[in-house]
């Protein structure tokens, strides 16, 4: 009864307000953004372009990888080195991130995401990759910059906008969630698979 009450009131104090414009990031997107991403960032490129592309093809929100403080790392929550395991390590072609904490997962479960090789520019998989190549495998959340500081979601976002601005694109009209929803809108063209 509660959670209907507040989507009640949530909806109540919307009324009147502008709905907040945020344009996916598609793929299109992602191609102009992931130069000035890897090269204007010096050594932490290749993290902020592995985020990138991993919250694109994993459907996540910022959150699930990123920390809002560096000061909020709690290992049982956040994505830590040992939650992404690798298939194989001379020929990956997938790898799996166990969230421990989502929004949908109610029940705290955890759930695994798996990426796969795209053999393209954008493949999640060969960022992840690259990153991990840089990355000491020190324990500690995942996504860290070269001092090893765990890379926080304003940071993120700020260096994503800096490059949206740099291919030519009105950066106030994307947010954080435009990876989410830019992941999910060509998956939702391609047709289910069918079960026996």
């Excluded at 909806?11 to 000035?36: D, N, Q």
């Excluded at 996540?60 to 830590?80: K, T, V």
């Excluded at 298939?87 to 790898?95: E, G, L, W």
């Excluded at 926080?152 to 954080?176: I, M």
Aim: a positive charge; proline letters at 7%; glycine letters at 8%.
């Amino acid at each position: 009864m509660q959670r209907v009450l507040d989507g009640i009131r949530r909806c109540k104090s919307l009324e009147g307000s502008r709905p907040r414009t945020r344009l996916p990031i598609i793929p299109a997107v992602l191609r102009r953004i992931r130069a000035p991403l890897l090269e204007s960032n010096g050594p932490d490129g290749p993290a902020f372009w592995a985020i990138a592309v991993t919250a694109f093809f994993g459907f996540f929100r910022l959150g699930e990888l990123l920390l809002e403080s560096e000061a909020s790392y709690n290992p049982s929550l956040h994505l830590s080195w040992g939650d992404v395991a690798i298939d194989a390590r001379a020929a990956t072609s997938m790898i799996k991130i166990h969230l421990r904490k989502s929004k949908c997962d109610r029940f705290g479960n955890g759930a695994d995401i798996l990426l796969g090789r795209t053999g393209c520019e954008l493949c999640p998989v060969s960022a992840i990759m690259t990153f991990i190549g840089l990355r000491r495998s020190t324990p500690g959340h995942f996504f860290v910059d070269h001092q090893e500081k765990p890379i926080v979601k304003s940071r993120f976002v700020a260096k994503v906008r800096d490059a949206l601005r740099t291919a030519g694109y009105p950066e106030e009209q994307f947010a954080g969630h435009s990876f989410r929803i830019g992941g999910q809108q060509p998956a939702r063209r391609w047709p289910a698979s069918k079960t026996p």
